[in-house]
């Protein structure tokens, strides 16, 4: 049986410069519409905001629009300093201890695919086309949440539409996640909804989902290269 052609072979990735905006998305209405009003509020704000100014997009500048085989949507960065680094669920490689959430996605992982990874920087995933996004890029430290009315959510409905143009597999952990999927276009696509891995949740029906497999034997059967879960960054 003849191979099929891989569907979402990248196109040339984006090179990270010193813009906070990635080139290849700069196109979208967020940016004319939204992003000035926003830059100019986190501008004011009195407390540290988490990720750094330079990581604010670093999700989207690690994966190119062409380049997007999986979306995995998350909420706020880390609220803790240290922890939010510009990729959803994310750390920096030396962060210990490991995020409740964090760990409870490898303890999954190790269940599911027998992969581990050697710490909680995610880059090795964005590299090969799993978008790490947070639903809001920014936060205050110390304040889950404080930076939820800022219009974020624009911009992660508008990267959904974009990336739904052709089949790619969304993993929406939570609620919150879930409601995104309006902004999903239809037809092609996998979409996997489960509890979030908080300890809240995670015991609630994420233990035992088993995302990864699921996500790399449906890009199989669609002739793409499955992701390698156990990549380092």
């Known amino acids: 049986?003849?191979?099929?052609?891989?569907?979402?072979?990248?196109a040339t990735s984006a090179v990270e410069g010193q813009s906070p905006v990635p080139q290849a998305w700069e196109d979208l209405p967020f940016f004319a519409d939204d992003w000035p009003r926003i830059s100019d509020a986190l501008s004011r704000e009195t407390r540290p905001?988490?990720?750094?100014?330079e990581r604010r997009f670093y999700a989207l500048s690690l994966c190119?629009?062409?380049?997007?085989?999986?979306?995995?949507?998350?909420q706020d960065p880390y609220p803790t300093p240290g922890h939010a680094m510009g990729l959803a669920f994310s750390v920096n490689p030396d962060v210990r201890p490991l995020p409740k959430s964090l760990a409870n996605i490898f303890r999954e992982l190790k269940d599911d695919t027998g992969d581990s990874l050697p710490n909680g920087d995610l880059s090795?995933?964005?590299r090969q086309g799993v978008l790490l996004l947070n639903?809001?890029?920014s936060v205050?430290?110390?304040v889950i949440g404080g930076h939820a009315k800022l219009g974020w959510e624009r911009l992660t409905g508008q990267v959904l539409a974009r990336v739904s143009g052709r089949p790619t597999a969304f993993v929406l952990w939570g609620k919150p996640a879930q409601g995104m999927a309006r902004h999903i276009q239809p037809d092609g696509h996998l979409i996997l909804e489960s509890?979030?891995?908080s300890p809240l949740?995670?015991?609630r029906g994420f233990f035992g989902s088993r995302p990864f497999g699921q996500v790399n034997a449906w890009l199989a059967a669609h002739g793409a290269s499955p992701i390698d879960w156990g990549a380092p960054a």
């Open 1 to 10: 049986m003849a191979s099929q052609p891989d569907l979402f072979a990248p």
């Open 49 to 53: 905001v988490l990720p750094a100014h």
């Open 64 to 74: 190119p629009p062409e380049a997007v085989k999986v979306v995995i949507l998350g």
């Open 124 to 126: 090795g995933w964005a």
């Open 135 to 137: 639903t809001h890029l």
């Open 140 to 142: 205050p430290a110390g």
């Open 195 to 197: 509890a979030h891995p």
């Open 201 to 203: 949740s995670a015991s």
